[in-house]
């Protein structure tokens, strides 16, 4: 298991949904989804049975404070000891956690307390579990295939959330939420033996970011790269090499860096060299701006939208659906086409286009146009994210990877939903039309800023 096999053409010229590698990798992926889907549904229900709706809402919550105050360290973990090996603990931790509290649920009645406790570790855990699972994919296949993978991951992103929510149901219906909860933790012990079976690649020389990507030196900043030299040069397994099983061997190098810097050390090195990165640097700007105005109106604006007009809960469900059926189809498409040529350019337009159908969706008639123009809303965003997501994986050196991740993923999810009570405010002092135009230009600002840097547009994904 701590052996290090040399795997000539492992997912080397082969593409990734062709790969049993890669497959093996997004079987895991899709198992723990599936079952984060089902562990939200019975976390929700087992709240609103042992409280009030107040303290339900406490402690649906609360896992978003550690997840948002750790995530850049957890970055710095993946980095540190290797992203399998973080993962593989992550959902260990996670599959104990829920089985736990499922067998706390069947045998007693405890109240609150337990899942406010399972919602901290939780919410512990994906501060980094999420940067290790980013900068996963880099270690399962090559460089020109990255973007098909993020591809591949979309669609696994979707069908979680069409499975595990009914999933979770049912088992709620048929065993209350201890079963729910045995079941979510289950479904990502799956998760565990599939990984262990994937081969990890130490990447190439080509494959090390040309971490200018647009321009920028390998190091974003000269101390940087000396911060991580150790980690990069100290892998043991040369270019092409396949680690099988072993955590250790997959983080050898990681572990020299340990020894060599401190974390703080490995985070603010992180930092810098986003700072400095001539593509990094404003594409995480670009995210930003496109997820603060687009998080809102898509969540709490739209429910208050359905409201207003009449359309329901079942119409509020339609419009979401074609949005999922759109997002969808962008992660098929990239799945399909493996690179679309010019990916700044086209990420950039998408995100102008996306901006202007977020804006519309508050001025259409009636609820079939709502879905419409929420299909066109998902399957922009569902591009321009795809393409955002594959460009960090292919423009960050595989040494900061990690820590690229957090950044995004905080932005994403620790930033970016702060908009929600922002959005539900402004609604109820200036309507839904007002409130979607604005949002709409914030994101809109997201495309500005990926066509008018010039490193940014001309970015293209390796082919």
Known sequence: MTSTLIAPGTAIGKPAHRDPNVLRWLAAYTSSMVGDSVYYIALSWAAVQHGSPAQAGAVMAVSAVPRALLMLGGGVIADRFGPRRVVIGSDLVRCAAGLSVAALLFLTSPGLWPLALLAVVFGTVDAVFMPAVGALPARVTTRDQLA???????????????VGGPLGGLAVALGGAAAAFGLAGLLIAVSVPLLISVRMREPAADDKAEAGGGGADAGGGGADAGDVGEGKGGRGAGPGAAVLGAPDSEAGGATATARATTPLGD???????????????????????????????????????????????????????????????????????????HAGHVAGWAILAGSVAIGALAFVPGVLAAIGVALLVGLLAGLSGALCGALLQTQADPAY???????????????????????????????????????????????????????????????
Do not use: K
Request: glycine share 16%; aromatic share 6%.
């Open 401 to 463: 990877l990690g820590r690229v991740t957090a950044v995004s993923s905080l932005v994403s999810l620790g930033f970016a939903p702060l908009s929600m009570p922002l959005s539900a405010a402004a609604i109820g002092t200036w309507g839904t039309g007002p409130v979607f135009v604005g949002s709409a230009a914030v994101c809109g600002l997201g495309g500005v800023v990926a066509l008018c840097v010039r490193d940014l547009r001309r970015a293209e994904l390796p082919g």
């Open 267 to 341: 985070l603010r090195a992180g930092l810098r060299y986003i700072r400095a990165h001539r593509v990094l640097a404003p594409l995480m700007l670009a995210i930003a701006l496109g997820d603060l105005g687009f998080v809102g109106p898509l969540n709490v604006g739209l429910t208050l939208l359905a409201d207003e007009r009449g359309w329901g809960a079942s119409g509020m469900g339609w419009v979401l659906s074609g949005f999922g059926v759109g997002a969808g189809a962008a992660a098929l498409l990239l799945t399909v086409r493996g690179r679309l040529p």
């Open 148 to 162: 098909r993978v993020q591809g591949m991951r979309g669609l696994a992103i979707r069908f979680a959330s069409v």
